[in-house]
């Protein structure tokens, strides 16, 4: 099963969610090409947890990472369908790339 965004051919996405009482806001555009996946984040906060659903038998690995540290990644449980991990953040924004493959 893909993302509904990705089963309805759009290869990019953008999305802001603000919450204006706090100033907390999380940004990111997402790219898709082939087998990877690649996103441009930008957040107030100083880590984000960061989950993306995974097609069946596929896992992400990340590729490359630009402007943050990966504090940890959750291990693949039979049955996952979600990459996880946490994000620190080195910049104001930051650039993450994951590589699929099968399990």
Not at 18 to 40: M, Q, R, W
Not at 77 to 98: A, E, I, M, V
Request: hydrophobic share 40%; with cysteine.
């Amino acid at each position: 099963m893909k993302r509904r965004w990705e089963a309805a051919g759009i290869k990019e996405a953008q999305v802001m969610i603000d919450h204006p009482a706090s100033g907390a806001y999380v940004k990111y555009k997402c790219l898709k090409f082939d087998n990877l996946i690649t996103f441009e984040l930008e957040g107030s906060a100083e880590n984000i947890d960061f989950e993306l659903y995974l097609p069946e038998n596929i896992a992400a690995i990340p590729a490359s990472i630009n402007g943050a540290d990966i504090g940890s990644i959750t291990k693949y449980l039979p049955g996952d369908k979600y990459f996880r991990c946490r994000l620190k953040k080195l910049s104001p924004s930051f650039g993450l790339t994951l590589t699929f493959s099968e399990k």
